[in-house]
T-cell receptor, first 116, second 118 residues
Framework: GNSVTQMEGPVTLSEEAFLTINCTYTATGYPSLFWYVQYPGEGLQLLLKATKADDKGSNKGFEATYRKETTSFHLEKGSVQVSDSAVYFC???????????????FGQGTILTVHP | GAVVSQHPSRVICKSGTSVKIECRSLDFQATTMFWYRQFPKQSLMLMATSNEGSKATYEQGVEKDKFLINHASLTLSTLTVTSAHPEDSSFYIC??????????????FGPGTRLTVL
C-alpha cells in the first residue's frame, strides 16, 4: 500500500535560517504529492503540490520538487519567519491529475518552531 | 476561501455514552467529506469517505457500527462515536471537497475535535 515517511521533529530554527523537511513515499503508479500546513488552532491548509515527476510546487517561499528516482518530495524554504511556525504534513494521493478528491495518505507531521 | 468548521472543538464524555461531531462547509457545497483520526505524534488516518445522500465508505479496520457517519446535505456531515470507550479518545478531523469548484476538488480541512473518554 501507499505510505509517506517524514523527517521526525520537532525542528527548531532561528529566523532567516534555511529549512528542509524530508519526505519520502511508497506508492504504486504515479501519485500526486502534497504539503499541508497546520497553524495553531486551525485546520490543515494546502501549501503546495506537484502532480508529476520533476514538477516543482511552490508557495509562500516554500518549494518542493517531485523526485521519482528517489521517491522524495522534500520541503525547503530559504529564509524562515516566526510566522512559519506550524505543523507540516507531507501527503500523497493516487488519483491522476493532481486532484485531492481521492484518498490522501499522510506522513506523521513535523512540528516547526521558528525563534526570533 | 473555502472554510470548514467542526463542532465541538473539544468534548469530554463518560465511557458508554455516544458523542456526535459535526462538520460543516461554510461557504461552499461539498459532495464528499472525509473523516480522519489522529493519534498523538502520528499521522492522520482516513476513517471513512462520505458522499452526500449515500452511505459512507469505511476504511479497513474501522467499525461501521461504532463510528456512524451521516452526510445528509451538501454542507453537513456528522460522525457519531457510539458507546465510546477510553480507547476512542483521539483527535478527529474532517475535510470536504467542493462541488464543481476551481480548486480541482481540493480537500478543505476542519480544525479538528478533541475527544476524551473517561
Amino acid at each position: 500500500g501507499n505510505s509517506v515517511t517524514q523527517m521526525e521533529g520537532p525542528v527548531t530554527l532561528s529566523e532567516e535560517a534555511f529549512l528542509t523537511i524530508n519526505c519520502t513515499y511508497t506508492a504504486t503508479g504515479y501519485p500526486s504529492l502534497f504539503w499541508y500546513v497546520q497553524y495553531p488552532g486551525e485546520g490543515l491548509q494546502l501549501l503546495l503540490k506537484a502532480t508529476k515527476a520533476d514538477d516543482k510546487g511552490s508557495n509562500k517561499g516554500f518549494e518542493a520538487t517531485y523526485r521519482k528516482e528517489t521517491t522524495s518530495f522534500h520541503l525547503e524554504k530559504g529564509s524562515v519567519q516566526v510566522s512559519d511556525s506550524a505543523v507540516y504534513f507531507c501527503a500523497l494521493s493516487d488519483d491522476a491529475g493532481g486532484t485531492s478528491y481521492g484518498k490522501l495518505t499522510f506522513g506523521q507531521g513535523t512540528i516547526l518552531t521558528v525563534h526570533p | 476561501g473555502a472554510v470548514v468548521s467542526q463542532h465541538p472543538s473539544r468534548v469530554i464524555c463518560k465511557s458508554g455514552t455516544s458523542v456526535k461531531i459535526e462538520c460543516r462547509s461554510l461557504d461552499f457545497q461539498a459532495t464528499t467529506m472525509f473523516w480522519y483520526r489522529q493519534f498523538p505524534k502520528q499521522s492522520l488516518m482516513l476513517m471513512a469517505t462520505s458522499n452526500e445522500g449515500s452511505k459512507a465508505t469505511y476504511e479497513q479496520g474501522v467499525e461501521k457500527d461504532k463510528f456512524l457517519i451521516n452526510h445528509a446535505s451538501l454542507t453537513l456531515s456528522t460522525l457519531t462515536v457510539t458507546s465510546a470507550h477510553p480507547e476512542d479518545s483521539s483527535f478527529y478531523i474532517c475535510s470536504a471537497s467542493e462541488v464543481g469548484g476551481t480548486s480541482y476538488n481540493e480537500q478543505f480541512f476542519g480544525p479538528g475535535t478533541r475527544l476524551t473518554v473517561l
